[in-house]
């Protein structure tokens, strides 16, 4: 079977889900390390990046402040999988899913 890459970008909306200092932001952070634990240990994750909420768009001629009602990307999986129904199964475990969203996009050959 060709297997192929395939990203799980993450998206929430600033200012839902837990928040830091807490014990339900400790708990999540432990869900996602335990997650990227269990993809290592199946061959399945390629790499993975969380991103800092930066909440300003640099461009060559502005600075533009971001709509905070927006949801951002604040983090990304590169996973292998053999068919995109296994890169589904495995957005659906995110621990974020009550808050956010996970967008699968396979990477072009």
């Known amino acids: 079977m ?3 890459t395939h990203l799980l970008i993450h998206r929430y909306r600033p200012g839902t889900g837990p928040q830091p200092p807490s014990e339900d932001f400790d708990e999540e952070m432990l869900q996602w390390e ?22 300003i768009l640099h461009t060559p001629d502005s600075t533009l402040a971001l ?7 604040f983090a990304v999986h590169a996973i292998k999988v053999g068919v995109e129904h296994e ?3 495995f957005a659906r ?17």
């Open 2 to 4: 060709n297997e192929a």
């Open 67 to 73: 709509d905070t009602e927006a949801e951002i990307i």
């Open 87 to 89: 890169a589904q199964e």
């Open 93 to 109: 475990l995110m621990p974020h899913l009550d808050y956010g969203s996970v967008e699968i996009r396979p990477l072009m050959d």
């Open 34 to 55: 335990a997650l990227d634990t269990r993809l290592k240990a199946e061959g399945v994750l390629i790499s993975s990046f969380a991103l800092q909420d930066r909440g």
